[in-house]
Structures are given as C-alpha cells and as structure tokens.
C-alpha cells in the first residue's frame, strides 16, 4: 500500500527501546515522491541489525508513502 519512493537519511538517534534485539531508532528522512517536491518526515523504527548501516545520514532508503498522508510512511528495509 502506498506510493513508492527513496529518501536519504539525514539523521538517526536512537530511542532506548529494543524489539527483538533490534533498537528502534528516530529516523530523519528527507523523501522523494515522483512529481512532488522534496520534504522532511521523521519516523521511529525498529532497524534490524542486518539492515543498520542503511540507517545513516546520508544514505538512500526505499519508503513507502501512504497517499492519505505523506508523512504517513515506512522504511522497505529489504528493497534494493
């Protein structure tokens, strides 16, 4: 569900709270909807070990954006 896009991350801090040993994190996000001009979205998610060096500022993050709510949105960890 939702639009797809990418987003470069432009800022992670970690919460304190781990989910099946995964930290979740506050997530920074600067995202690229096809046709819209760039915007800032904040998030918090869990990242899975296997996926934390995606998590740094500056690198680039398939997301899901919900249409409803562009601010509405989730990290595909797994997407190339």
Same mark, same amino acid.
């Given at each position: 569900?939702? *639009?797809?896009?990418?987003?470069t991350g432009t800022s992670v801090e970690q *919460?304190? &709270?781990?989910i099946n040993f995964a930290p979740a994190c506050?997530?920074?996000? !600067? /995202?690229? +909807?096809?046709?819209? #001009? #760039?915007? #800032?979205? *904040?998030?918090?998610? +869990? /990242? #899975?070990? +296997?996926? &934390? ?11 899901? /954006?919900? *249409?409803?709510?562009?601010?509405? !949105?989730?990290?595909?960890w797994a997407a190339a």
């Amino acid at each position: 569900e939702g *639009t797809i896009a990418v987003a470069t991350g432009t800022s992670v801090e970690q *919460t304190g &709270a781990m989910i099946n040993f995964a930290p979740a994190c506050e997530i920074g996000l !600067l /995202v690229m +909807v096809p046709g819209q #001009p #760039p915007f #800032p979205v *904040t998030c918090t998610e +869990v /990242v #899975p070990a +296997v996926y &934390a060096a995606r998590a740094l500022p500056g690198q680039h993050v398939a997301v899901r /954006v919900m *249409t409803n709510d562009p601010t509405d !949105l989730y990290i595909d960890w797994a997407a190339a």
